[in-house]
């Protein structure tokens, strides 16, 4: 599956943004999709992660009460939604999938290329 992360840039501290992720293929459906993020001199986090039906989410201490994963699976997109944003958000959000849970939040074995999203105080 091929990936492509979109709809990053530069926010006020206290804004939104809403991530998406567009995925090739007929099988997106099947994956188990999520998201990390970099932020400069630090390791790659996971952010977040939805079940392959939508029903299930798994988010980072961090961002919980804040960002919001969803997914449609008839356009093959997965979405990030972002609020209250704060100056540590900052960073390049990157989606990736997988088959299971498990691997998805530690290991992911595809990704796509980051967007950057920058927070301003």
């Known amino acids: 599956v091929q990936l492509q992360a979109s709809g990053g840039g530069l926010v006020q501290a206290g804004g939104s943004l809403r991530l998406s992720c567009a995925a090739s293929?007929?099988?997106?459906?099947?994956?188990?999709m999520g998201w990390f993020r970099q932020a400069p001199g630090k390791e790659r986090e996971f952010v977040a992660a939805?079940?392959?039906?939508?029903?299930?989410?798994y988010n980072a201490d961090s961002v919980k009460g804040r960002f919001t994963i969803s997914r449609d699976n008839a356009k093959n997109t997965v979405y990030l939604q972002m609020n209250s944003l704060k100056p540590e958000d900052t960073a390049v959000y990157y989606c990736?999938?997988?088959?299971?849970?498990?691997?998805?939040?530690?290991?992911?074995?595809?990704w796509g290329k980051g967007t950057q999203v920058t927070v301003s105080s």
């Open positions: 293929g007929r099988t997106f459906s099947s994956y188990v």
């Open positions: 990736a999938a997988g088959a299971h849970l498990m691997a998805v939040t530690t290991t992911p074995p595809y």
């Open positions: 939805i079940s392959v039906s939508g029903g299930s989410t």
